[in-house]
């Protein structure tokens, strides 16, 4: 079975300081990791997404993720914040060949103060 | 990517009642997958339905709450039975397209 913890369920930066958003996975098999950003009263944008390959993985809006194996992590970052940035952001995992079935953590409300 | 559309994109409805979601799909895919959010709460997946196959339900979600239509590879359909305040959420729409899952706008259903 997987899961993805998401430490801090509220998130708070100043414009233009460094955005880290933690997630941490439990998976019996190399997974597929995602970040998704969901706005308010919109649906889940995907932000970006680790399969194989390069472990640092740009998304869009300027934001990256590394994955690493040995600390079964996928922190997403940014080194900027901009104001549009305010929004929650939910990591999801799945299996390879796991049809797509995500499962999601409980997702960061990220806050972009002046 | 795929272009999704979800009907309606929000309700407010009497408990007892059902609201039956449409979920359109701009391209053809395999499966599409329906989820739930609660709250304050992340998503959890209700069922995958694939077109010819009757859907495949998750741990906690069953066919007569939750029944679910795929009669073509464009379009399905989510229908919240029996309605009671425990299942306002926002309903969402999924298509697998490649590695990566595409969102619908979701319907946001409230029941009063």
């Known amino acids: 079975a997987q899961s993805v913890t998401q430490l801090g369920s509220h998130v708070s930066v100043s414009e233009g300081a460094l955005v880290l958003l933690r997630c941490n996975y439990s998976?019996?098999?190399?997974?597929?990791l995602f970040w998704y950003v969901q706005y308010p009263n919109q649906g889940l944008q995907l932000l970006l997404k680790?399969?194989?390959?390069?472990?640092l993985v740009k998304g869009i809006n300027g934001f990256e993720a590394e994955f690493k194996k040995s600390e079964t992590s996928f922190h997403l970052t940014k080194p900027s914040a901009h104001m549009s940035d305010a929004a929650e952001y939910f990591c999801?995992?799945?299996?390879?060949?796991?049809?797509?079935?995500?499962?999601f953590g409980t997702g960061t409300q990220l806050k972009v103060e002046l | 990517s795929a272009v999704i559309s979800q009907k309606p994109s929000r309700d407010i409805c009497q408990r007892g009642t059902s609201l039956t979601i449409q979920c359109q799909v701009d391209?053809?895919?395999?499966?599409m997958f329906w989820y739930r959010q609660q709250p304050g709460q992340s998503l959890t997946l209700i069922a995958t339905?694939?077109?010819?196959?009757?859907?495949?339900?998750e741990s906690g979600f069953v066919i007569d709450k939750f029944p679910i239509s795929r009669p073509n590879l464009t379009f399905s359909t989510l229908t919240v039975s029996n309605m009671s305040p425990e299942d306002s959420s926002i309903y969402l729409c999924?298509?697998?397209?490649?590695?990566?899952?595409?969102f619908g706008q979701g319907t946001r259903l409230t029941v009063v």
């Open positions: 999801a995992v799945t299996e390879p060949g796991g049809g797509n079935k995500l499962t």
């Open positions: 680790y399969t194989t390959g390069a472990t």
């Open positions: 339905a694939n077109q010819g196959s009757e859907a495949t339900y």
């Open positions: 999924s298509v697998d397209h490649g590695v990566g899952a595409f």
């Open positions: 998976s019996s098999v190399p997974p597929y």
């Open positions: 391209s053809q895919v395999t499966m």
